[in-house]
């Protein structure tokens, strides 16, 4: 059975960090895109960072460029999300995604169609 299942999530004040992590199973990561996305209450989900398959490039959400760092272990078939300088409009639902495709990391980011999803760990950040 595949599975992407998250962990990390939690309450943090503004300016602090979390790490999100995301195991895979049922299949391994080698070959696969990776992403991360999040769901604000209201709002629509929004890609934050991928890694294209093919050559590791990565594309960020601008609002979130310098602050979080995307990367992945495949020797663990787990993918990270680090999130430093953490704001109250960074809060919502991560969720960790993945699809065997040679797109882009910008494609990736763009679009909402995934292979698999995990189904979300919750960030809040407090002011």
């Known amino acids: 059975e595949v599975q992407l299942v998250e962990s990390g999530g939690g309450l943090v004040q503004a300016g602090g960090s979390l790490r999100l992590s995301c195991a895979a199973s049922?299949?391994?990561?080698?070959?696969?895109?990776i992403c991360w996305f999040r769901q604000a209450p209201g709002k629509e989900r929004e890609g934050v960072s991928c890694?294209?398959?093919?050559?590791?490039?990565?594309s960020y959400l601008d609002s979130v460029k310098g602050r979080f760092t995307i990367s992945k272990n495949n020797a663990e078939n787990t993918m990270y999300l680090q999130m430093n300088s953490l704001k109250p409009e960074d809060t919502a639902v991560y969720y960790c995604?993945?699809?065997?495709?040679?797109?882009?990391?910008?494609?990736?980011?763009?679009?909402?169609?995934?292979?698999?999803w995990g189904k979300g760990t919750l960030v809040t950040v407090s002011s």
């Open positions: 995604a993945a699809s065997r495709t040679y797109s882009t990391a910008y494609t990736l980011l763009v679009s909402r169609y995934k292979d698999y």
């Open positions: 890694m294209a398959s093919s050559d590791g490039s990565i």
């Open positions: 049922g299949f391994t990561f080698d070959d696969y895109a």
